[in-house]
């Protein structure tokens, strides 16, 4: 059996440590999510979605417990080692795109490549043109984010996510900022990208009509998985 794409195990996240006051965020969640696997991360607001998805994403470290990208355990690495490991395994779409206002279209979803390999070079040009053109904005290639509008910006930051062709996506509320119309279109190249490339899709929604496309839905409600 190949060792699935992420893996928490007794995963705790706390914070003020050293101080008075220690807030425990999570409460030993156990966690495995499989290659090509679409799956919905639900909860009321406060209840440690951004805190798991910080944590999966290796933004954060848990306070205990143990996470596993791929089958390799993290809590040995360091950082030089999870920056490397993040960059070329998680991509990530945010709810408000965080696209580089002076860079085109296609410098924006070269960006990965280039922070990864240190310059740009024509493969990467011509990858980022490629992702354009399949998430529908081919010809906006030299437009910058300013002029797009939010539906398409949230397109170009579909497309930088998967520029590096990552096994795991993270997407934190990424229809949030839009209307319904445009929601629904901008998820369906999620589901898109999750059937042709089998990467793994853990998405974080308020949108339970989204959620209830999703192949399988977790909830989350004062930092335990409840179902």
Not at 151 to 169: D, E
Not at 204 to 210: A, E, F, I, K, S
Request: include cysteine; hydrophobic fraction near 45%; glycine fraction near 10%.
């Amino acid at each position: 059996m190949n060792a699935p794409i992420v893996e928490l195990s007794c995963v705790r996240k706390s914070y003020g440590i050293g101080t008075p006051v220690v807030t425990e965020v999570l409460h030993g969640i156990d966690l495995r999510i499989d290659a090509g696997e679409l799956v919905a991360l639900v909860g009321p607001s406060g209840s440690g979605k951004s805190t798991l998805l910080n944590l999966i994403g290796l933004l954060e470290r848990p306070t205990s417990g143990e996470i596993a990208i791929g089958g390799r355990p993290v809590s040995s690495l360091d950082e030089a080692q999870i920056t490397a490991l993040r960059g070329r395994t998680i991509g990530f779409v945010f709810q408000f795109h965080h696209l580089l206002p002076e860079f085109t279209a296609l410098e924006n979803v070269m960006m990965p490549a280039i922070i990864d390999r240190g310059m740009p070079d024509e493969e990467a040009a011509r990858t980022a043109a490629e992702l354009l053109a399949r998430v529908g904005l081919a010809g906006a290639e030299r437009k910058r984010p300013g002029q797009l509008s939010g539906g398409m910006q949230q397109r170009v930051a579909i497309a930088r996510a998967l520029s590096l062709s990552p096994p795991l996506i993270l997407a934190d509320e990424p229809t949030g900022n839009l209307d319904t119309r445009t929601a629904d279109e901008v998820f369906e190249l999620l589901l898109e990208f999750n059937r042709t490339t089998q990467a793994a899709c853990l998405i974080v929604t308020h949108d339970m009509r989204l959620a209830a496309r999703c192949r399988r839905r977790i909830e989350i409600v004062d930092g335990r998985l409840v179902s």
